[in-house]
């Protein structure tokens, strides 16, 4: 199950609305929806919050957005860490991703980096990358010489709302997260919208007279 719920971005106001910080629009929203206050620590190295009664939690869960810079993330993830002895397992960071297109997601264990400085250090502090990822797909510039620009920058108003209208879809799998059935979360998470339905063919009535 999951007790920390980590999103990965930059501080500042100047990188509030970039690319890159995906992940701390994810924890934003999901404490607006917990009711819960993001407040500096100092000993944790970041915002936290802690939940004493989250839906489908058996205990309290901590939200957190590191204040470290995305290349320290796991400065600030691994003092919480381990603090409330919360395993590698147990976290699930919240970032943007590179190789999927905006409005799409992807969850899953483990893994690489994919050359992402947050992930790269979380594994690095933890010492295991055996840790939950929500990946937001933010596309990708096309060139490689661009992806350190293309990722500060804000995205446009289309590509923001897409990646919104994940972030809102990703809701519906924390309680599932927080319970610990991380198989009916994937699924929840991968599933594909319904195809719309073809219209019925008119009935005998309906059919124009020549």
Same mark, same amino acid.
């Given at each position: 199950m999951i007790r920390l719920l980590v999103g990965l971005g930059n501080p500042g106001s100047e990188y509030e609305d970039t690319r890159h910080n995906a992940g701390f629009w994810w924890?934003?929203? $999901?404490?607006?929806? +917990?009711?819960?206050? +993001?407040?500096p620590d100092k000993a944790y190295h970041g915002l936290v919050a802690r939940v004493n009664s989250a839906p489908g939690a058996a205990a309290p869960i901590w939200l957190l957005e590191p204040m470290t810079y995305m290349n320290l993330s @796991?400065?600030?993830v691994a003092a919480l860490a381990r603090f409330f002895k919360?395993?590698?397992?147990?976290? +699930?960071?919240v970032h943007d991703e590179l190789d999927i297109a905006p409005g799409e997601m992807k969850f899953k264990q483990g893994g690489g980096n994919g050359g992402h400085n947050g992930l790269k250090d979380m594994q690095a502090q933890l010492g295991?990358?055996?840790?939950?990822? $929500?990946? $937001?797909?933010? @596309?990708?510039?096309?060139?490689?010489?661009?992806?350190?620009?293309?990722? +500060?920058?804000?995205?446009? $108003?289309?590509?923001?709302?897409?990646?919104?209208?994940?972030i809102q879809k990703s809701y519906d799998a924390v309680e599932l997260m927080l319970k610990g059935d991380m198989a009916?979360?994937?699924?929840?998470?991968h599933a594909k919208p319904p195809r719309p339905k073809p219209p019925k063919p008119p009935t005998p009535a309906q059919t124009p007279q020549p």
């Open positions: 924890i934003d929203g $999901l404490a607006r929806g +917990l009711g819960a206050s +993001l407040q @796991g400065k600030s919360i395993a590698p397992e147990e976290i +699930l960071a295991s990358a055996n840790f939950w990822r $929500l990946r $937001l797909g933010i @596309g990708h510039p096309g060139i490689k010489a661009e992806v350190a620009g293309y990722v +500060l920058r804000k995205p446009p $108003l289309a590509e923001r709302q897409a990646i919104e209208d994940c009916k979360a994937l699924a929840k998470i």
